[in-house]
C-alpha cells in the first residue's frame, strides 16, 4: 500500500485558521500529524519605525479576541522603557479590566466553541455541533454564554473605552479613574454571573463520564508548564515572576523576571508552520516543550486566593493526587475555574478603596532602550519585548504569542488523538472532529496571525505518496 495523508483545512470552530494534516504508511496506520498553522504574522517588522506611543494601539490590532493582552503587555513594556511605576489604582484598573477579558474569552470558548461537543457528544451529526442547534435545544444555556460575555465585555468598555482594541490602558497606568456609579452598576450584576459560572461547571463537571476516551487520548501526555507565580503563590495573570513546572510537579525554575524570558525560552522555526514553537532551553528543542493557559496556571498555582475558586481548584488538584493535572481536555475545566475567579476578583478589585483613588497615572520620558511586558492573556503567558532609540522610535520588536507557547504540546496532541480515534479503512466525521477537538481544547487564539473571509466548512483530501488526491471527503 501507498502512503496517504488525510488534510483538514480549516479546522472548525477555533478562533483563527488552521490545518491539519494526518499521513497514513504503507500499512494502512497512522503515522504521524501535525497543526499548520497557514498566516503570516508581521507585526515585529511592521512595528519597526514607529513611535513607542503607537505600540499599544497598533499590537492590541494583533487580535480582535484578546486585545487587552497585547494592550497590557505593551504598556507594562512601555513602563520600563520611561522608568515608570504605575500607581496602585491604574494597576487595579489595568488588572480589573484583563480579567474582564478573561472572562469573555473563556465564555466564548466554553459556550459557543466547544459546548456542542459536551451536549450533543463528538459523533453527533455536523449540522448539530453548533451554538445554532444549542440555542434551540438548550435557549437558557446560550443566553448564560451571551449574558456572561457580554459582562466581561461591558466592563472592557466601561473602564477602557472600547469593548474591542480598547484605548484607555496607557504607558504609566489609565486614562481614567473609575466613576462610582460604574463601580456600583458592575456589582450588582456580580451575583448572577458568579451563579452563571457556577452552573456551567457543574454542568461540565457532571458529564465527564461520558467522555473518558476523550479524556484519556485527547492530548494526555507529560511536559512542563509555565505561567507567571507571585511571592503568595496564588493565581496570577497580570505581574509577577516565570515559573517552570515539570510533569510530576517539581520546580524547574521559579523567580525568573519576565525581561529574562529569552535565557530560558528558545523559538523554534518549523517548515511547516508560520506559528513559531517556543521551547525550555534548559532541556533543548523538542524536549524542553510545555503548555501554558489556565491548565498550566492552575496547575502551578497553590491556590486562587479567592472563596469560590479555592473550594474547585481543591476539587481540581484532587484529579491526579496533588499532581499536575496532564490532561489537555481539562483545560475546560481549568477555564472554568478561572471564570469563577475572574468574577471575585473583580469584585474584590472594585471594593478596594485605592481603586477609586483619582491618581491613575505616571508620567515620564524615555529611560531605557528596551522594555519587556509580560502577562497572562486567556491562551497563556505574553511576551512583549520592545527596543527603542532615544528618539522614542522602535527599532525591534519581538512577540511570543501565548498560542505559540502551546505549539508543540498541540502537535503532540493531533498525533495523540490521531493515532487513537482515526481508522484509515474507516474515516469517520467523529473520528476528525475529535482531532479537532483536541485543538479546541487549547483555545488557540490563531485569530492572533491574520483573518480569512467566507471560509465556513473544510474538507479532508487523502492523498498518495505522489500527492495525487485519490478521495475527498466534504465536511461543508
Not at 451536549?119 to 451529526?125: Q, R, S, T, V
Not at 518549523?270 to 525550555?280: C, M, N, V
Request: with cysteine; proline share 5%; net charge negative.
Amino acid at each position: 500500500m501507498q502512503k496517504k495523508t488525510i488534510v483538514i483545512d480549516p479546522v472548525t470552530r477555533i478562533e483563527g485558521h488552521a490545518k491539519i494534516t494526518i499521513d497514513i504508511n504503507e500499512n494502512n496506520e497512522v503515522e504521524d500529524a501535525k497543526i499548520h498553522v497557514t498566516q503570516y504574522r508581521g507585526f515585529e517588522k511592521f512595528c519597526e519605525g514607529r513611535p513607542y506611543t503607537e505600540m499599544p494601539a497598533l499590537t492590541a490590532r494583533t487580535c480582535g479576541i484578546c486585545p487587552v493582552s497585547h494592550v497590557v503587555s505593551a504598556t507594562k513594556a512601555i513602563d520600563e522603557i520611561l522608568g515608570v511605576t504605575p500607581p496602585k489604582a491604574g494597576v487595579n484598573i489595568r488588572k480589573i479590566v484583563n480579567l474582564a477579558q478573561m472572562l469573555q474569552s473563556h465564555t466564548l470558548n466554553f459556550y459557543h466553541l466547544s459546548s456542542p461537543d459536551f451536549i450533543y457528544g463528538f459523533d453527533a451529526p455536523q449540522e448539530d455541533r453548533n451554538i445554532f442547534k444549542m440555542m434551540q435545544t438548550h435557549p437558557q444555556m446560550a443566553r448564560d454564554g451571551i449574558n456572561l460575555r457580554a459582562f466581561g465585555q461591558k466592563i472592557i468598555e466601561d473602564l477602557a473605552g472600547k469593548r474591542i482594541h480598547p484605548t484607555g490602558i496607557i504607558p504609566g497606568g489609565a486614562s481614567h479613574k473609575i466613576e462610582e456609579s460604574t463601580k456600583e452598576k458592575i456589582l450588582e450584576e456580580v451575583p448572577a454571573m458568579l451563579k452563571i459560572a457556577q452552573s456551567a461547571l457543574e454542568f461540565f463537571r457532571e458529564n465527564l463520564h461520558k467522555f473518558q476516551e476523550e479524556i484519556d487520548y485527547l492530548g494526555s501526555f507529560p511536559s512542563l508548564f509555565m505561567a507567571i507565580t507571585n511571592d503568595e503563590g496564588t493565581l496570577e495573570h497580570y505581574d509577577g515572576k516565570l515559573c517552570f513546572m515539570d510533569s510530576e510537579g517539581n520546580i524547574l525554575k521559579d523567580n525568573i523576571e519576565p525581561r529574562d524570558y529569552k535565557e530560558y525560552i528558545g523559538e523554534a522555526v518549523e517548515t511547516f508552520s508560520y506559528l513559531k514553537s517556543p521551547y525550555y532551553k534548559p532541556l533543548g528543542y523538542p524536549q524542553g516543550m510545555y503548555r501554558v493557559g489556565a491548565l498550566a496556571r492552575v496547575n502551578i498555582a497553590k491556590t486562587c486566593g479567592t472563596p469560590i475558586a479555592d473550594k474547585e481548584l481543591i476539587k481540581f488538584k484532587a484529579l491526579n493526587d496533588g499532581k499536575p493535572v496532564l490532561n489537555t481536555f481539562y483545560y475546560h475545566y481549568a477555564r472554568l475555574i478561572e471564570m469563577i475567579y475572574a468574577i471575585e476578583k473583580i469584585e474584590e478589585l472594585l471594593k478596594c478603596d485605592e481603586t477609586m483613588s483619582d491618581n491613575v497615572r505616571s508620567t515620564s520620558t524615555v529611560s531605557y532602550e528596551k522594555g519587556v511586558g509580560c502577562s497572562e492573556a486567556p491562551r497563556g503567558t505574553l511576551f512583549h519585548e520592545y527596543h527603542v532609540a532615544k528618539d522614542g522610535i522602535i527599532t525591534g520588536v519581538n512577540l511570543i504569542i501565548a498560542t505559540g507557547n502551546n505549539n508543540l504540546a498541540m502537535n503532540a496532541g493531533v498525533k495523540q488523538v490521531a493515532q487513537r480515534f482515526v481508522d484509515p479503512k474507516n474515516i469517520t466525521d467523529g473520528a476528525l472532529n475529535r482531532v479537532e477537538a483536541v485543538i479546541r481544547c487549547f483555545d488557540p487564539c490563531l485569530s492572533c496571525s491574520t483573518h480569512a473571509l467566507g471560509i465556513v466548512s473544510s474538507s479532508v483530501e487523502i492523498r498518495d505518496h505522489n500527492k495525487k488526491v485519490i478521495q475527498v471527503i466534504d465536511r461543508s
